[in-house]
């Protein structure tokens, strides 16, 4: 079992910053590639931002430049640093990992969101 905690969202202004983190936890063998996804409401979850293992970035489109995805390998760790906040960036973001825990067998885990609020 994997658990997956999000924290760092909240409410800001417009052209604000803030700094995700999501921790796993649990029996972890090794955790492949790490994400951010976020849900508005009436809205699909649609990818944010995704790091590798390796290191190998990919953005939506809408954040590029704005955003920045990193992670900390030794404390299974992902980060989401987010500037430039728009009110179209209004969302429960939830972290998403992969985890291989024999051989090539992955499942994935999400965590329970955490809100995030950019009010104009």
């Known amino acids: 079992q994997v658990q997956l905690v999000e924290s760092g969202g909240g409410l800001v202004q417009a052209g604000g910053s803030l700094r995700l983190s999501c921790a796993a936890s649990?029996?972890?063998?090794?955790?492949?590639?790490m994400g951010w996804y976020r849900q508005a409401p009436g809205n699909e979850r649609e990818l944010v931002a995704r790091?590798?293992?390796?290191?190998?970035?990919n953005y939506a489109d809408s954040v590029k430049g704005r955003f920045t995805i990193s992670r900390d390998n030794a404390a299974n760790t992902v980060f989401l640093q987010m500037n430039s906040l728009k009110p179209e960036d209004t969302a429960v973001y939830y972290c998403?990992?992969?985890?291989?825990?024999?051989?090539?067998?992955?499942?994935?885990?999400w965590g329970q969101g955490t809100q995030v609020t950019v009010s104009s």
């Open positions: 998403n990992a992969d985890h291989s825990y024999f051989r090539d067998y992955v499942r994935t885990y």
């Open positions: 649990g029996r972890i063998f090794s955790i492949n590639a």
């Open positions: 790091i590798t293992s390796g290191g190998s970035t």
